[in-house]
């Protein structure tokens, strides 16, 4: 292995708590890919969300999912499709709704994505993704200094800026908290509701300038 391949073990690449309780394995992060998205997620046990409910609606991506082991079942636009291990869905259509569930543990599903006709760029999601790994040890620093990377990449992601709110906010960095989730929340009215009953905003969310 060097600088022109490099090969990794789907079990070698630490599982990151996401969205719910998802487990996601930032694939495209580890391995440095720039040309494409590339992320794994593993449901531990049967009825376990394997993929979120979402659309590329916004990102514009046409997406594969292979699932590598295991049995998931897809729901698409409403459609429940069975998957066993060895299935791809290809989902040409960005505006479909999808989501599956893991019906045996272990479940792993294989995502790759792109916009068409475009250059690849990743997507700012993966930083604050990737921003929850320094929740368990209450890193907070390191969480902030990830998201603040990301936000100088995407200024004007909501996300982003929601997340690093957080984060801010479990540090005690007050006026840097309310100054990003209202940011957040006049990019994107969407985050309000989330922040009223966010529990990382508990410590903010009683002060003058917060979102309501």
Same mark, same amino acid.
């Given at each position: ?9 789907? +079990?070698? #690449? ?12 930032? =694939? ?12 794994? %997620? #593993? ?15 916004? =990102?514009?991506?046409?997406?594969? &999912?292979? @699932? ?16 066993? *291990?060895?299935?791809? @869905?290809? #989902?040409?259509?960005?505006? @479909?709704?999808?989501? *599956? ?12 994505? /792109?916009?068409? /006709?475009?250059? &690849? ?6 930083? &604050?993704? %990737? ?9 907070? !620093?390191?969480?902030? *200094? =990830? =998201? ?13 800026? &929601? ?8 540090? $005690?960095?007050?006026?840097? !908290?309310?100054?990003? @989730? ?7 009215? /969407?985050?309000?509701?989330? *922040?009223?009953? +966010? ?9 003058? $300038?917060?979102?309501?």
């Amino acid at each position: 292995m060097g600088e022109q391949w490099q090969s990794v073990r789907l +079990d070698e #690449v630490e599982p990151i708590s996401v969205a719910g309780g998802l487990q996601w394995r930032p =694939l495209r992060r580890t391995l440095g890919v720039e040309a494409f998205g590339i992320n794994a %997620y #593993v449901a531990p046990n049967a009825g376990d969300e394997v993929v979120e409910e979402h659309t590329e609606a916004r =990102l514009r991506h046409e997406e594969v &999912y292979i @699932v590598l082991a295991g049995h998931a079942t897809f729901t698409l636009d409403g459609e429940t499709h069975d998957a066993p *291990a060895g299935t791809l @869905v290809y #989902v040409r259509d960005p505006d @479909v709704k999808r989501h *599956a569930r893991a019906e045996q543990p272990d479940t792993t599903v294989l995502a790759i994505g /792109g916009r068409p /006709g475009e250059p &690849y760029a990743p997507s700012a999601w993966e930083w &604050y993704f %990737y921003a929850e790994r320094f929740r368990a040890g209450e890193d907070w !620093a390191g969480a902030i *200094a =990830l =998201l603040e990377e990301g936000a100088e990449r995407y200024p004007d992601q909501a996300g982003m800026l &929601y997340s690093l709110g957080c984060f801010e906010a479990l540090a $005690g960095r007050t006026e840097d !908290a309310l100054a990003h @989730v209202s940011r957040a929340v006049e990019l994107e009215p /969407g985050f309000q509701e989330w *922040a009223q009953k +966010d529990d990382d905003l508990a410590s903010i969310r009683d002060l003058p $300038g917060f979102p309501s």
